[in-house]
C-alpha cells in the first residue's frame, strides 16, 4: 500500500480547510483527521500483514535525493499517536472561538502532515525539510492566537523560532558531510558508513544540538515554559503531545544508528543529561504559581527520562522510551485540556486564583484526578508501564542512574498533587464554575480510556515497535 497516502489526505484536508471557510473550517478540518486516522489504520493492518509500507521516488537528480517514504513498527507507532491525537486536538477546540479559523484549524492540519512526513522520511535530506516544515505552522499558531501580551508573546515565540532553527542546522550541515560519504541521503546507505571515531562524534554532536533543543534536554530547554504558557491550547498540545517526540524519534531512528560509537562512548554523559532535566524540571515546577508552565516543567522532567532511556542503547531501554512517548502524548494533551477548560471559565492560570472547583464540577474533578494520578505512573495506567521500563534499563546501566531518574514518580506526585489540591479543593472562586460540556466530557473521556487499555494491555504496541528497535540495535552493535 502506498503510505504517501496519508499524507496527501493531510495536505489536501489543510487546503480543503482553508478554502471551506470559518464557519465550516473546524468541521472540515475534524473530518479530514478523523481520515488520516482511518488511513493509518488500513496501513496498520496492511503493516500487519506482512506488505511492504512504502514509497520511492527519485525527486532531484544532483544531487541525489529520494522521495522515499518508509513505514516499519516504530514509524507507524508514531504515525498513529500522531494520527490519534490531531482529531482529538481539534475537537478540543471547539469550545473557543477563533478568528481567522479556517487559517488556524488549516495550519493544524499542516502541521500533522509535516510530523508525519519526518516520521516516515527514509531521506536525510526530505527528513530534514518535513522537520523544518512542522517548525512553520506553529510559529504562527503561537504568534497569532496565542495568549498574553502581544510583546512577550512575539518575543517568546521569536526565540523558540530561531532555537530551533539554528540547531536544525548543524544537522543539515551533517547529512551534507554524510552524502559526501555516501553518495545518497538514504537512511539504509547512511546506516552503512564506516565513519571513524572522530567523524561519529562530530555527527553525534551535530544531531544532538538539533534534537536536544526539540525534545528540549537541558541546558537547551530556556524556550519551552514561555512559548507552552503563551500558545494557545491548542498550540500546547500539538508542540507537547506530538512535536517534541520528533526529537525522540529521531535520536533512535538517526542518530544512534549512524554515530553509534560515540553513543557508546559518551553514554553516560547523556544519560546524566537526561535525568538532570528529571530532578530540574520537578523542583521548578514545585515553584510554579501558572498552570501551564507547572505542566511545561512537568512535561521537560518526563521527556528527561524518556531521552535516558534512549541513550541506554539497550532494547528495553528503547521500547521503554516509546512505550513513555506515546503514553506522554495522551496524558500530557489530557492535562493541557483540562488546564484550557478552566481557563475558559476563569480567564487565567493562575492557581491562586483557582479552588473549589470540585464541590462545582464532581465529574470534571474525577476525571482531572485521574489524568494526574497518569502523569505519575499510577499503576494499571500507561505512563506505569513505559516509565517502569525506562528505570529498569537504567538500573542495568547504573543502578544509581534509576534511583535519580525515579525522582520523578516521587517529586511528580508531590507538585501534581498539591496542584490539584489548590486547583480543584479548597474555598471556591467568586466566579461559578460551568460543568463540562458534552465535548469537553467525550474528549477526556476517550484520552483516560486509552491510557487504561494501553496500561492494562500494551502488548500490541510492543509487538508492533519491538522488531523495528532489535534491527535498530544490530545496527549499533555491529560498530
Known amino acids: 500500500m502506498n503510505v504517501s497516502l496519508i499524507l496527501i489526505i493531510l495536505l489536501v484536508g489543510a487546503f480543503a480547510t482553508y478554502i471551506a471557510g470559518d464557519k465550516l473550517a473546524s468541521k472540515v478540518a475534524l473530518f479530514f483527521g478523523i481520515a488520516a486516522l482511518g488511513c493509518s489504520v488500513v496501513l496498520l493492518n496492511h503493516f500487519n500483514l506482512g506488505e511492504n509500507i512504502s514509497f520511492l521516488s527519485q525527486w532531484i537528480n544532483q544531487p541525489h535525493v529520494s522521495f522515499s517514504l518508509n513505514a516499519d513498527g516504530l514509524s507507524m507507532a508514531m504515525v498513529l499517536l500522531t494520527a490519534a491525537l490531531t482529531p482529538i486536538i ?150 507537547s503531545g506530538i512535536m517534541l517526540k520528533m526529537g525522540l524519534y529521531s535520536v533512535i531512528r538517526w542518530q544512534l544508528p549512524i554515530a553509534p560509537l560515540a553513543a557508546k562512548e559518551y553514554m553516560n554523559i547523556f544519560i546524566a543529561l537526561g535525568i538532570a532535566g528529571v530532578i530540574y524540571g520537578s523542583i521548578v515546577a514545585l515553584r510554579q504559581k501558572d498552570l501551564k508552565k507547572l505542566l511545561a516543567y512537568s512535561s521537560l522532567a518526563h521527556v528527561g527520562l524518556i531521552a535516558a532511556g534512549t541513550y541506554t542503547l539497550t532494547i528495553d531501554g528503547l521500547r521503554g522510551a516509546v512505550l513513555q512517548m506515546i503514553a506522554h ?9 483540562v488546564s484550557e477548560i478552566i481557563y475558559r471559565r476563569y480567564a487565567t492560570g ?112 510492543t509487538d508492533l515497535i519491538t522488531p523495528s528497535l532489535e534491527n535498530i540495535i544490530k545496527v549499533i552493535n555491529r560498530a
Do not use: C
Open 90 to 239: 481539534i475537537f478540543t477546540s471547539f469550545g473557543t472561538e477563533h478568528k481567522n479559523a479556517k487559517a488556524f484549524y488549516a495550519l493544524i492540519l499542516f502541521m500533522s502532515f509535516a510530523m508525519v512526513g519526518t516520521f516516515l522520511a527514509a531521506d536525510g535530506l526530505l527528513y530534514y525539510i518535513f522537520w523544518e516544515l512542522s517548525l512553520i505552522p506553529i510559529y504562527f499558531i503561537a504568534l497569532i492566537w496565542g495568549n498574553g501580551d502581544a510583546e512577550e508573546r512575539k518575543k517568546a515565540v521569536v526565540k523558540f523560532f530561531i532555537y530551533t532553527l539554528a540547531g536544525s542546522l548543524f544537522m543539515l550541515v551533517a547529512f551534507i558531510y554524510l552524502y559526501q560519504k555516501a553518495g545518497s541521503f538514504l537512511i539504509e546507505d547512511l546506516y552503512k558508513l564506516n565513519l571513524s571515531a572522530t567523524e561519529q562524534l562530530w555527527i553525534f554532536l551535530a544531531f544532538f544540538l538539533a534534537y536536544a533543543i526539540k525534545i528540549p534536554i537541558i541546558p537547551f530547554h530556556t524556550w519551552q515554559a514561555n512559548v507552552y504558557q503563551k500558545a494557545p491550547a491548542v498550540g500546547t498540545m500539538l508542540l
Open 329 to 337: 502524548g495522551f496524558v500530557v494533551v489530557g492535562l493541557f485540556f
Open 350 to 461: 493562575t492557581i491562586a486564583e483557582m479552588g473549589g472547583i470540585r464541590t462545582q464540577s464532581p465529574k470534571f474533578a474525577s476525571m482531572f484526578m485521574i489524568l494526574v494520578l497518569a502523569s505519575v505512573a499510577l499503576p494499571t495506567t500507561f505512563n506505569f508501564v513505559g516509565e517502569f521500563t525506562v528505570l529498569y534499563s537504567l538500573s542495568q546501566i547504573n543502578v544509581w542512574f534509576a534511583i535519580l531518574g525515579g525522582t520523578t514518580i516521587i517529586l511528580g506526585a508531590y507538585y501534581m498533587l498539591k496542584m490539584y489540591q489548590q486547583v480543584m479543593l479548597g474555598e471556591t472562586n467568586t466566579k461559578a464554575f460551568a460543568d463540562v460540556s458534552l465535548n469537553e466530557g467525550l474528549a477526556l473521556v476517550l484520552i483516560i480510556a486509552l491510557l487504561f487499555f494501553f496500561g492494562l494491555y500494551p502488548k500490541p504496541i
